[in-house]
């Protein structure tokens, strides 16, 4: 008796944990670490290299939460693609792991207890700013674009780079020139990171109507698109250095060094098109890229690494840094 009554207490936690496990996934959660990534880059930019860590702490979740709506009712609004595509099929709503209904009521949660969090301890314009990030993502890219319109990632990639903003907003509570920036290498970057994924998997896309631009124009176009898009990121990630005197040496040095590998990257692509392994490759790197670029002006802002800096140019006879 003892044994049984065990054995459906375990079944019962094995199923609490299965449907948490569900409503995680519905979320997204490593694109969302990437976002945080890039908020967290803005919040220390903005406060110079000393963030407040409770400030940190609640924006973190607060953009955590937004984002995690905005996957939630992508998954629900695209249920039907999704069960199509190969990749996609196992998604907790295709699935069939996660009622409809539910996914928007948890969505809905999600973003309402952003909104508070965020207006409550950071401010009104941080709220406001991931409040927009859902909104433009859901209705502008989801609904409008996603389905219509082969420049769909490239407008709608706009929403992918509001998390900057919301990190450097929850800090100084406006948004700077360099806000700006930090939104617009994202911006940037979304296309050939997005791209050379669509051109490993055209074939998916073209299976369900999407129209992606490798599906519309084919994969040379894609190519030469995803070059000159990477061609204008990678100098404009240094104009956080000059003119706009936010980041110095250690990050220019690293941003150089990643940019070139993006540029080598995008090149071989323009080379070879067709070659699925060359856009893999671009894909995953443009992944690593961001995460690292972000990492480079969060230690280039730390009090510690400007002393060394300093401390460095002075033993150099000619002060060159
Ligand atoms: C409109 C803009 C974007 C589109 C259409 C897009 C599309 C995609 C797609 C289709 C995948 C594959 C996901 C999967 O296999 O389930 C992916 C992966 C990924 N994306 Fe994006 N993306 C966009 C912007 C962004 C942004 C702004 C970030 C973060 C800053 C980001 C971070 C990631 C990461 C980290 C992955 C890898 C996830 C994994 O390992 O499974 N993406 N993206
Ligand atoms: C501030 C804030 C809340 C911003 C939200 C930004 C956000 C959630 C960006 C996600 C970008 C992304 C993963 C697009 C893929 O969509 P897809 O539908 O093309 O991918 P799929 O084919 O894998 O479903």
Request: aromatic share 10%; with cysteine; glycine share 6%.
């Amino acid at each position: 008796m003892q044994e049984v009554i065990q054995t459906q207490v375990s079944r019962h936690h094995e199923n609490i944990l299965q449907v948490l496990q569900s409503y995680y996934q519905l979320t997204k959660p490593r694109i969302i670490l990437l976002l945080l990534i890039t908020t967290s880059a803005g919040m220390w930019l903005a406060s110079k290299g000393e963030v407040d860590p409770l400030l940190l702490l609640v924006t973190l979740t607060g953009g955590a939460l937004a984002s995690g709506s905005a996957n939630t009712i992508n998954c629900l609004y695209d249920r039907d693609i999704d069960y199509i595509m190969e990749r996609t099929r196992w998604r907790p709503i295709p699935s069939g792991r996660v009622k409809p209904m539910d996914a928007l009521i948890f969505a809905i949660a999600l973003a309402i207890t952003s909104f508070t969090l965020l207006t409550v301890f950071a401010n009104l314009l941080t709220a406001c700013l991931a409040l927009s990030g859902i909104v433009f993502y859901v209705l502008i890219y989801t609904h409008w674009l996603k389905r219509h319109s082969v420049q769909n990632i490239v407008i709608g990639g706009a929403a992918g780079a509001i998390p900057p903003l919301v990190g450097w907003a929850a800090v100084t509570g406006d948004l700077s020139w360099s806000a700006w920036l930090l939104f617009t290498i994202i911006f940037l970057w979304t296309p050939p990171h997005f791209w050379a994924l669509a051109m490993m998997i055209r074939d998916e896309y073209q299976e369900v109507g999407v129209p992606m631009l490798p599906v519309i124009e084919g994969d040379e176009v894609t190519a030469k698109q995803i070059w000159i898009y990477s061609l204008i990121m990678v100098p404009s990630t240094l104009l956080l250095v000059y003119p706009l005197h936010t980041s110095g040496f250690v990050y220019a040095a690293i941003a150089l060094i990643l940019g070139g590998i993006f540029l080598q990257k995008a090149w071989e692509l323009l080379q070879s098109p067709s070659e699925r392994d060359v856009a893999r490759s671009l894909f995953k790197y443009s992944i690593f890229y961001l995460m690292l670029l972000c990492l480079a002006m969060v230690v280039d802002s730390l009090p510690v690494t400007n002393d060394m800096v300093m401390a460095l140019s002075q033993s150099l006879p000619l002060g060159l840094l």
